[in-house]
């Protein structure tokens, strides 16, 4: 772990080049849409170590799987989250030597990532072997407007000598994914044209058909004054380019404007592809550079206003949660219920396939808060549209009937393949119906449910009827072989969150059945005829939940993990020799399996879910018995452990689990960044202080808060948009004051006391009575 | 399931040529003499589907392992039987038409595994495409005299025409292994040489440094006549070889006789590999092809001797128990304690590594009693030399002492990469130490124990030692997180037959020790210095003794396969639906997991192992039980439950157990005889017919016999070594006729009775008491 970028509220600043962070700064200082996006890679040439990778969403590769020992249901390809044409490139060359960083002296350099805009700076002096030395600056975004656009300016001032720079901007489709399994190229050459001052190139990829466009124009200045060159042209293997040749006087600042247009065969028809992005790029050439940002500028700046935390007295904190915000926010914008939420956004390619759990568990409730409820439905819309792959699924592991959606999807059929992950690991069937419910109980659109939700959560219950056994020696049901959110346990039987969050889908999708058999009960008939659905079915599901096994320990008064837990040898993970951590890297996989250290939140994953289901003495009591084993070598668990923390009033912890992963790639705590940023997990430290600090959580209709503030922070703030309304909440010492920004009045629970807020209305609520539930 | 081999008691015949099952063949009628062997490929060049495989004993090559997700301890490499130099090819041409068996009509084919003598032989008429027919006959054998050696004889005669037969012997060492994982080939050229009338070739593997030289000659002769010919040689790539041309009238028999020599680096240093060869070869030429066969005779006459068992009234029987006999035989001589049994022998490349379990587990039993006692110990040596691996092995998975044999193995190095086998499949351990206490058993060589196999023993209940855990919840030892026998079981805790055998491993361990201390003081004291052996770790292994936890269902009188087995839906096979079977084809792995079926004998194993600690009661308890939800999908699994059944009396559940395996591969029972022979498994079939239908047992340094005849066999008789003596025990309806084939006297127990028998003697024991024990 190295510190290595400065402190500041709006930017992610490195000072100095050092050719060792690189690829670290590459993820961090990571640029996206919601629709494209890329690694900070530099637009000139580089031979230093790098990871180029320029990502097109929803573009993947089946990718053929590696596997060492096969076992029957395991998939035949990984979905990878596929680098695209590098758009980004300007060779630049001096009276024939190339400016490289790796090859020269690097001056005064300073990388900036300005969150507030949405805007990747670069600034440099270069000093080349004979001592010639030239000032770059360079300013790059992808627009956060126009989606399929990115507009850079690269400048390049001769500090002391006269020469002719040549630029080469280019777009470079022979690129190849890191984590290849087979060291295989993905992409073929489908058009090129590089014609005089612009080049268009369209690739497609060998499997599934997948084109992509793209197409580039530059504008070459002088001191401000544009200038009419000649360009020569070059085409290559998935390549064109033109080449640009300007003489410079010492003290002469030559700019380049590269403005690029990619589209995808995802949104145009093959036959368009290119004029569409002629189209798009005619228009944003005619709006300018100077446009292009001042929108881009704008429109993060309503990002911000939903969706900014503002904390007073750390900065350190401060420039962690707005970083943690804008990865999101630039990685899903929720127009395309296409998409989802990749682990590494557009930051990287580990962990290949886009969708795991996390976007259910972790990322929903994010967007939830702080954008409007389409975005979120668009979300739970994505998994509806991968029903029939679920169901397939589940019928290919044997089942009759029932949908197992899958652990990690591009297209909705599972791309994991290790046992006890890809078919043991079925909660995340439970995170999925879980996600309805949370989403109808935030938003209280109960139409989702009549029109999607309820044939998921009735595809759910199904596979669950029949992935328990009625174990005649308990007279319960149990369910075998699992592997629980803790996936440092294996192939266990009774985990206790899986069999919970199992009966309560079941009971959960009775509980909607019978509503809207009350409400809608034409709706009603038709789902029940589409989904063939039979009383014997809903009263096995009554029978399952009155009878369901949860593995439990009376005299500790706890929840057990799984069967078994307490053969284990309880030793705390403080008196465990500190060499042996982290686990994951010092021990083999056997041992790990067979301690008691707990990877994530699993148990207690469970009792945040459904914590209006227990009192405070049983969340304290599993808290108080699970969190000394815990080892958060999941980035996903310390946010649950924080916001439970702060519910039993534990404050010192719920803090220093909200340090765990705060900074998480900042400070590259998991010495991982330069894989890629740890997107989805980003949530739940935005959900550590929402949800955990300012106890944010909808009860009955109404969004109740309940505040406490970490010892050294003066003070925090943070949007909540709920129904309609949008809030301000601050959080002082002393009190809470909320600002209704929007005409929407409410009626809010704050700290256990109810308040009503007109539109643009404010409420105080003072501080004074310490909550702590 | 294809029955197309010709049914004889000594031979197995193949009538007709049948491309299609050409590669089960080539595994069935494979040849080896424990030094070197080879699939039953053609001579001459065939165009049609094959596997050519040759092979060396003990040359292998570590493979870059495939896997899929990495885990810590995974071993780097899969070590992978080596195919190696094709040294049998003898290219045939008729006036320019190659002669090739996919290429044109074949009658008469008749392929033969003489198994008597240990010699392959085929005959058949090709008619070419021009009607040109010619009579082809091959006889070729491994020598088990001359180990180096082997030997063809290859005679064409064309029967409707004149012409010139162009002969090609030849060395191929440009072979690559099927199971290559990255497709690369293994081997480079050291050394090529073609003389007139002789070659040789020096092949090493790319890594370990593994050098194998084949030299050749050959004698062509007409009629019998030798001819003296030119000869053009050839050289390619790690390829030597003649060309000869014959004129051959019609009626006229053309013969060659081709001898080679196969050393390695194994045997000898590498700048005398080629003398050596030709020194070897030389001898073998001298001798000529008529003594080498009668040499061969002989040799395998005696082992016969030793070994053959004769079943009367059932042919089929027969025949497959030769078979078995047969394979052992030629795949492990046991005179190089460095080699070991793979589980295909030299009859194909799959499961890659050399050694598993199963040699203790199942072929120890049948060296002990067909073969000299230094045979077996040679055995038990290969692991004692593996014990410092085995120690390395503990220490990667983070144990601070003891021995953890690696579940597949070459050198003593760990090849397997599932980490729910080579980390938790431990009991392995537990069958090297239950081997030393067989051949101690068995042979009442207490030596060995003082000299080898206390160490091994120490450092395994060293292993066990760390293994388990105190749990407080039980007050008991509990072993988490293993795979037992069954291995339709993963990651599971308690598993009743590993906690029994590793408790038996200390118990044992401890007798031990506690016996060389009283005889062998001096001994005593230099083992326990040299181990480092503590009071406090004895003290440790007793505890654990006492302490140690069994899962049993008191109610039903049964011990627990592993904790929680009861929990699962108790459907007998029986009641499944046969589409569903083999499980392990039709079954995701979690639903095998989940399931109450088992693969192969778990409980059954301890009981069988550990039989004289338990009463016949419980082991009829524990078969009653588990037996129904046994799927046997393990060629390992009939075996025990074959021989547990014969001692419960239930004679029909015995012969059905035995015919699962005993025509396993020559039936081709399931559909992967291709890929090569079940070797390992052969044991097991030959463990049925004498320990379970004779009843063998060794109690207190005496032979127990307690024979059945299955209903319709006449007779069957079996050899039995014992001590020096050898015993030829027949069993008829009416009696057991035992004869003394040496003249070692000897007390036998037969039917609970005992019997003196003289050197030569005879013993003959009524059956009218039926014997169940």
Same mark, same amino acid.
């Given at each position: 772990?190295?510190?290595?970028?400065?402190?500041?509220?709006?930017?992610?600043?490195?000072?100095?080049?050092?050719?060792?962070?690189?690829?670290?700064?590459?993820?961090?200082?990571?640029?996206?849409?919601?629709?494209?996006?890329?690694?900070?890679?530099?637009?000139?040439?580089?031979?230093?170590?790098?990871?180029?990778?320029?990502?097109?969403?929803?573009?993947?590769?089946?990718?053929?799987?590696?596997?060492?020992?096969?076992?029957?249901?395991?998939?035949?390809?990984?979905?990878?989250?596929?680098?695209?044409?590098?758009?980004?490139?300007?060779?630049?060359?001096?009276?024939?030597?190339?400016?490289?960083?790796?090859?020269?002296?690097?001056?005064?350099?300073?990388?900036?990532?300005?969150?507030?805009?949405?805007?990747?700076?670069?600034?440099?002096?270069?000093?080349? %072997?004979?001592?010639?030395?030239?000032?770059?600056?360079?300013?790059?975004?992808?627009?956060?407007?126009?989606?399929?656009?990115?507009?850079?300016?690269?400048?390049?001032?001769?500090?002391?000598?006269?020469?002719?720079?040549?630029?080469?901007?280019?777009?470079?489709?022979?690129?190849?994914?890191?984590?290849?399994?087979?060291?295989?190229?993905?992409?073929?050459?489908?058009?090129?044209?590089?014609?005089?001052?612009?080049?268009?190139?369209?690739?497609?990829?060998?499997?599934?058909?997948?084109?992509?466009?793209?197409?580039?124009?530059?504008?070459?200045?002088?001191?401000?004054?544009?200038?009419?060159?000649?360009?020569?042209?070059?085409?290559?293997?998935?390549?064109?380019?033109?080449?640009?040749?300007?003489?410079?006087?010492?003290?002469?600042?030559?700019?380049?404007?590269?403005?690029?247009?990619?589209?995808?065969?995802?949104?145009?028809?093959?036959?368009?592809?290119?004029?569409?992005?002629?189209?798009?790029?005619?228009?944003?050439?005619?709006?300018?550079?100077?446009?292009? %940002?001042?929108?881009?500028?704008?429109?993060?700046?309503?990002?911000?206003?939903?969706?900014?935390?503002?904390?007073?007295?750390?900065?350190?904190?401060?420039?962690?949660?707005?970083?943690?915000?804008?990865?999101?926010?630039?990685?899903?914008?929720?127009?395309?219920?296409?998409?989802?939420?990749?682990?590494?956004?557009?930051?990287?390619?580990?962990?290949?396939?886009?969708?795991?759990?996390?976007?259910?568990?972790?990322?929903?409730?994010?967007?939830?808060?702080?954008?409007?409820?389409?975005?979120?439905?668009?979300?739970?819309?994505?998994?509806?549209?991968?029903?029939?792959?679920?169901?397939?699924?589940?019928?290919?592991?044997?089942?009759?009937?029932?949908?197992?959606?899958?652990?990690?999807?591009?297209?909705?059929?599972?791309?994991?393949?290790?046992?006890?992950?890809?078919?043991?690991?079925?909660?995340?069937?439970?995170?999925?119906?879980?996600?309805?419910?949370?989403?109808?109980?935030?938003?209280?659109?109960?139409?989702?449910?009549?029109?999607?939700?309820?044939?998921?959560?009735?595809?759910?219950?199904?596979?669950?009827?029949?992935?328990?056994?009625?174990?005649?020696?308990?007279?319960?049901?149990?369910?075998?072989?699992?592997?629980?959110?803790?996936?440092?346990?294996?192939?266990?039987?009774?985990?206790?969150?899986?069999?919970?969050?199992?009966?309560?889908?079941?009971?959960?999708?009775?509980?909607?059945?019978?509503?809207?058999?009350?409400?809608?009960?034409?709706?009603?008939?038709?789902?029940?005829?589409?989904?063939?659905?039979?009383?014997?079915?809903?009263?096995?599901?009554?029978?399952?939940?009155?009878?369901?096994?949860?593995?439990?320990?009376?005299?500790?008064?706890?929840?057990?993990?799984?069967?078994?837990?307490?053969?284990?040898?309880?030793?705390?993970?403080?008196?465990?020799?500190?060499?042996?951590?982290?686990?994951?890297?010092?021990?083999?996989?056997?041992?790990?399996?067979?301690?008691?250290?707990?990877?994530?939140?699993?148990?207690?994953?469970?009792?945040?879910?459904?914590?209006?289901?227990?009192?405070?003495?049983?969340?304290?009591?599993?808290?108080?018995?699970?969190?000394?084993?815990?080892?958060?070598?999941?980035?996903?668990?310390?946010?649950?452990?924080?916001?439970?923390?702060?519910?039993?009033?534990?404050?010192?912890?719920?803090?220093?689990?909200?340090?765990?992963?705060?900074?998480?790639?900042?400070?590259?705590?998991?010495?991982?960044?330069?894989?890629?940023?740890?997107?989805?997990?980003?949530?739940?430290?935005?959900?550590?202080?929402?949800?955990?600090?300012?106890?944010?959580?909808?009860?009955?209709?109404?969004?109740?808060?309940?505040?406490?503030?970490?010892?050294?922070?003066?003070?925090?703030?943070?949007?909540?948009?709920?129904?309609?309304?949008?809030?301000?909440?601050?959080?002082?010492?002393?009190?809470?004051?909320?600002?209704?920004?929007?005409?929407?009045?409410?009626?809010?629970?704050?700290?256990?006391?109810?308040?009503?807020?007109?539109?643009?209305?404010?409420?105080?609520?003072?501080?004074?009575?310490?909550?702590?539930?």
């Amino acid at each position: 772990m190295k510190q290595y970028l400065k402190l500041d509220e709006w930017s992610i600043i490195e000072e100095g080049f050092d050719s060792h962070s690189h690829e670290i700064s590459e993820s961090i200082f990571s640029i996206g849409n919601g629709y494209m996006g890329q690694r900070a890679n530099f637009e000139e040439q580089y031979s230093g170590t790098s990871l180029q990778g320029s990502y097109m969403a929803g573009v993947y590769y089946p990718d053929k799987t590696r596997v060492g020992w096969w076992k029957n249901g395991y998939p035949e390809y990984f979905a990878k989250v596929l680098n695209s044409t590098n758009w980004i490139g300007i060779d630049v060359d001096i009276d024939g030597t190339p400016l490289d960083l790796s090859q020269c002296i690097v001056k005064d350099f300073v990388r900036e990532l300005n969150m507030k805009e949405g805007v990747l700076s670069r600034s440099f002096t270069a000093v080349l %072997e004979d001592g010639r030395e030239l000032k770059v600056t360079s300013v790059r975004f992808v627009s956060i407007v126009r989606h399929e656009i990115g507009a850079i300016r690269y400048s390049i001032t001769p500090m002391n000598f006269t020469g002719t720079i040549t630029l080469t901007p280019y777009l470079d489709g022979d690129v190849k994914n890191k984590d290849s399994n087979y060291d295989e190229k993905f992409w073929l050459e489908v058009f090129k044209e590089a014609g005089k001052g612009n080049a268009a190139l369209t690739v497609k990829t060998k499997k599934l058909d997948f084109h992509v466009t793209s197409v580039m124009t530059y504008e070459v200045s002088k001191n401000g004054e544009k200038l009419e060159l000649g360009a020569e042209q070059i085409e290559k293997e998935k390549y064109v380019g033109n080449v640009v040749h300007v003489q410079a006087g010492e003290g002469e600042e030559i700019t380049i404007f590269k403005y690029v247009a990619n589209v995808t065969s995802r949104d145009h028809g093959l036959g368009q592809l290119v004029d569409k992005a002629r189209e798009v790029l005619d228009q944003a050439v005619q709006a300018g550079f100077g446009e292009l %940002e001042r929108e881009q500028k704008a429109a993060w700046g309503d990002k911000w206003k939903e969706s900014d935390i503002v904390i007073e007295g750390d900065v350190a904190a401060q420039q962690a949660i707005r970083f943690n915000i804008f990865q999101l926010n630039q990685t899903y914008s929720g127009e395309d219920d296409r998409l989802n939420i990749g682990p590494k956004g557009f930051t990287g390619e580990k962990y290949g396939g886009s969708t795991y759990w996390d976007t259910e568990a972790y990322c929903l409730p994010f967007y939830l808060s702080t954008a409007d409820a389409s975005i979120s439905r668009n979300l739970l819309i994505y998994r509806y549209k991968h029903l029939e792959k679920a169901k397939e699924n589940a019928k290919k592991l044997g089942f009759t009937k029932g949908a197992l959606y899958p652990m990690v999807t591009m297209n909705g059929e599972e791309c994991h393949n290790e046992w006890e992950i890809t078919f043991e690991e079925i909660h995340r069937n439970g995170a999925i119906a879980y996600a309805i419910y949370n989403y109808v109980n935030y938003t209280g659109d109960t139409s989702y449910l009549a029109q999607y939700g309820l044939e998921v959560l009735a595809e759910i219950s199904r596979f669950w009827e029949q992935r328990v056994n009625y174990a005649a020696s308990k007279d319960k049901y149990v369910m075998l072989g699992v592997t629980g959110p803790n996936e440092y346990e294996n192939n266990v039987n009774n985990n206790w969150y899986t069999n919970r969050i199992a009966s309560w889908t079941m009971e959960y999708t009775l509980e909607v059945l019978k509503e809207l058999e009350q409400n809608q009960p034409e709706r009603y008939a038709e789902l029940v005829s589409k989904l063939k659905l039979k009383d014997e079915e809903t009263a096995k599901w009554q029978d399952i939940i009155s009878k369901m096994y949860y593995p439990e320990d009376a005299e500790r008064g706890i929840f057990l993990q799984q069967d078994g837990f307490l053969d284990k040898e309880l030793l705390p993970v403080k008196d465990l020799d500190p060499s042996h951590l982290p686990l994951n890297q010092k021990w083999s996989w056997d041992r790990i399996l067979r301690s008691v250290y707990i990877k994530q939140a699993d148990v207690l994953q469970g009792l945040f879910f459904l914590g209006d289901r227990y009192d405070l003495e049983t969340k304290k009591r599993n808290f108080d018995f699970y969190e000394p084993f815990t080892v958060h070598e999941s980035s996903l668990s310390p946010c649950v452990h924080s916001i439970l923390a702060c519910e039993l009033g534990y404050q010192e912890k719920a803090y220093e689990m909200y340090l765990r992963t705060a900074r998480l790639d900042l400070d590259n705590y998991n010495n991982d960044t330069e894989d890629g940023c740890h997107t989805t997990s980003m949530a739940g430290t935005w959900m550590s202080v929402v949800h955990g600090f300012g106890g944010l959580k909808v009860k009955d209709g109404a969004l109740h808060l309940n505040p406490f503030i970490p010892g050294h922070w003066s003070s925090f703030s943070f949007k909540v948009m709920f129904r309609g309304a949008r809030f301000n909440v601050k959080v002082t010492d002393q009190e809470v004051v909320i600002l209704n920004e929007t005409d929407i009045p409410a009626v809010l629970n704050v700290g256990g006391q109810e308040y009503s807020i007109e539109g643009m209305g404010e409420v105080r609520a003072s501080r004074s009575v310490e909550v702590t539930s």
